[in-house]
């Protein structure tokens, strides 16, 4: 007989108590020929955990009757007589050596299930068996927690007098009321590690492992999920984030916003370009030119997203990252909220916010002006330089005396390496920074133009250097 087959006739059985006493006493020492552990099978006792968001198979609170597998190991029996009250079938179960704090696949315990039934007398029975009163399942969800959920006073007391916490509220201010209009993105907190020996602030991204896969996680702080300025920044990033798609983008992994702390997974990084540049200088050209490229495909995707276009309004080394495949990654788009004048056209919405010491902002968006698209150009021929000529424009001067040089006197650094790479390029960076907008190439151009430069320069031998980033 198949799989299958097996347990479409064991569902198809019904289970009771009365089946399973033999002169008085339950009998388990039979050997399992069904364990629902093993099988990854779910079914509902009734009542469900008073955290779990999904509330997989609820049945009615009365006159249901439970269709359970048979042969079931001693840790579900337990909690299926917890279910229907049987102090007695409980009480054999025990004394027949069941642990009475053994869990499920979701991590409940016989008492998460009586506490959610209402069994005072099975509350009672497992409290003088020592079970496990402060025992969270898979959401974090106590036994005490349960009973005041479902309105278990009784229950309730006799745990809050054994000492149970008073369970707190977890609603963040994303929240669903229905359990139906969960985000398909929501993960599961405890399947996120987080190292908490990092040392790194909360707000910013930090290396964590989902599910044993690395990731990089931002973690909104708690004491900040009632500011509604940052609750509207974390929403607008996590909107950015979950429809982009492409090669040459963060990859989002997903977030958590039914639980606290709130939370946003991205695919991890090895490095940033930044790192990369304080620690190597100056770029070959044709390494500058195939890094530049992943970043123009990654920002020609987000500028020709349907209906509206992305502008990351803050494009600079330390956004751009290293994924495990040696492809640069276009990041820390959406953390900066506009106001869209037209289709095409925005503001900033928070201009006091604006960081004064970035040399790699556009005029208009120095001078607080309605910008377009173009602005990412400007930032992109900034960073260009950069790697061609290994130091940052007007070196050693400060960054925010820099930033006054080029947005507001319309003063650009001198080329001083231009004899080691074509001068298509210093072209394609003097249009990519021209101070009227207008006169920016878009990236679609500078693909095409950026292509045609490096097949030239390969067939005429100009490349010799072997692309290799020495972090791989």
């Known amino acids: 007989m198949d799989i299958a087959s097996q347990l479409k006739r064991g569902i198809s059985r019904q289970f009771s108590t009365g089946s399973l006493r033999r002169s008085g006493k339950l009998s388990f020492k039979r050997q399992n020929s069904f364990d629902p552990r093993r099988n990854n099978l779910r079914f509902s006792f ?36 917890a279910c229907k009250g049987d102090v007695e079938g409980l009480r054999d179960l025990l004394d027949e050596g069941a642990d009475v704090n053994s869990i499920d696949l979701d991590g409940r315990t016989a008492l998460h299930i009586a506490a959610c039934e209402g069994n005072v007398d099975v509350v009672k029975l497992l409290l003088s068996r020592k079970a496990n009163i402060d025992a969270r399942d898979r959401w974090g969800s106590t036994a005490a927690a349960d009973a005041k959920y479902y309105g278990n006073i009784e229950v309730y007391n006799i745990l809050k007098a054994r000492g149970a916490k008073a369970p707190k509220t977890r609603k963040t201010p994303m929240t669903v009321a229905n359990p139906r209009e969960v985000p398909e993105y929501e993960l599961n907190p405890m399947d996120i590690q987080i190292r908490k020996s990092d040392g790194i602030s909360k707000g910013s991204y930090q290396v964590a492992k989902w599910n044993g896969t690395r990731v990089s996680v931002k973690i909104l702080d708690k004491d900040r999920h009632s500011d509604p300025e940052t609750i509207n920044a974390f929403r607008h990033e996590l909107t950015v984030l979950e429809k982009v798609r492409h090669p040459n983008v963060i990859q989002f992994v997903g977030a958590v916003t039914q639980d606290i702390p709130m939370m946003i997974l991205l695919e991890y990084s090895r490095g940033d370009l930044a790192t990369y540049l304080q620690k190597k200088g100056r770029l070959s050209p044709s390494k ?3 890094l530049a490229l992943d970043i123009a495909r990654g920002m020609n995707y987000l500028h ?11 494009l600079k080394p330390k956004n751009i990252l290293l994924d495990c495949g040696g492809q640069m990654k276009v990041a820390g788009f959406g953390l900066i909220r506009l106001s869209n004048i037209s289709p095409d ?5 928070q201009p006091e916010m604006l960081d004064r010491s970035s040399f790699y902002w556009a005029p208009e968006i120095y001078k607080d002006e309605i910008f377009d698209r173009s602005v990412d150009v400007y930032s992109y021929g900034v960073m260009l330089y950069e790697m061609l000529e290994g130091i940052a424009p007007f070196h050693p001067k400060p960054a925010e005396e820099v930033a006054k040089m080029m947005c507001l006197e319309g003063k650009r650094p001198t080329f001083k390496s231009k004899k080691s790479y074509p001068p298509e390029l210093r072209g394609l960076i003097e249009e990519c920074w021209s101070p009227e907008s207008v006169m920016r190439p878009t990236f679609s151009e500078i693909i095409v133009r950026m292509d045609r430069i490096d097949a030239n320069c390969s067939k005429h031998g100009w490349w010799k250097d072997t692309f290799k980033l020495p972090w791989l």
């Open 46 to 81: 009734g009542r469900q955990s008073s955290l779990d968001p999904i509330r997989r198979s609820p049945i009615s609170d009365e006159g249901s009757q439970l269709a359970v597998p048979e042969n079931l190991d001693s840790t579900m029996q337990m909690l299926f007589l």
């Open 288 to 290: 500058a030119l195939r």
């Open 304 to 314: 020709e997203c349907k209906p509206d276009p992305i502008i990351h309004c803050d």
């Open 345 to 349: 056209k925005a503001k900033l919405l």
